[in-house]
T-cell receptor
């Protein structure tokens, strides 16, 4: 089946630094990728939607200058958390799909801890 | 905004039992996902439904688009089915909205 690879799976960084998370579709072309965040014991929340070659569309309340999303190719999207703060500590997960009526495929997530 | 209600929130059952998880949502959509999230956080998409019923192994998902309701059933449940099951209306041109999930524990 379709596979989405997300790296790193865990990252610990110091406050003020930036962290890049990669999401790759390994065996299909992902025209659309989604980035989500999940705080402990809470629902997944959509952060942004990115279409290959276009600027990402951010959900209300998500700072686009803080969470930089790049989707430069049909197999790779990156999320960069800039100037990370402890409150950015969370579980970040991506998903990808090919065509509009394709099911979503999820990465395994990245647990970010900002100290 | 699509309001998603899942029930039950928590469910503990014995191995072999038939499990049903229900999902209701407030805004009409063209598709709905059922997701499975394991303790490590990884998510697997179990089904994407637009109408009727789908079956995959011991899992069955149904949807009634008119009534804005979907159910996930697990037959002959097994401890390895223990996970959080999330209903997510949306897909296609619609963004996903996520339910809070049903925490399922299957005891041997």
């Amino acid at each position: 089946g379709a596979v989405v690879s997300q790296h790193p799976s865990r990252v610990i960084c110091k406050s003020g630094t930036s962290v890049k998370i990669e999401c790759r579709s390994l065996d299909f072309q992902a025209t659309t990728m989604f980035w989500y965040r999940q705080f402990p014991k809470q629902s997944l929340m959509l952060m942004a939607t990115s279409n290959e070659g276009s600027k990402a569309t951010y959900e209300q309340g998500v700072e686009k200058d803080k969470f930089l999303i790049n989707h430069a190719s049909l197999t790779l999207s990156t999320l960069t958390v800039t100037s990370a703060h402890p409150e950015d500590s969370s579980f970040y997960i991506c998903s990808a799909r090919g065509t509009l009526d394709s099911p979503l495929h999820f990465g395994n997530g990245t647990r970010l801890t900002v100290t | 905004k699509n309001e998603v209600e899942q029930s039950p929130q928590n469910l503990t059952a014995q191995e072999g039992e038939f499990i049903t998880i229900n999902c209701s949502y407030s805004v009409g959509i063209s598709a709905l996902h059922w997701l499975q999230q394991h303790p490590g956080g990884g998510i697997v998409s179990l089904f994407m439904l637009s109408s009727g019923k789908k079956k995959h192994g011991r899992l069955i998902a149904t949807i009634n688009i008119q009534e804005k309701h979907s159910s996930l059933h697990i037959t002959a449940s097994h401890p390895r089915d223990s996970a959080v099951y999330i209903c997510a209306p949306g897909g296609g041109a619609d963004g996903l909205t996520f339910g809070k999930g049903t925490h399922l524990i299957i005891q041997p």
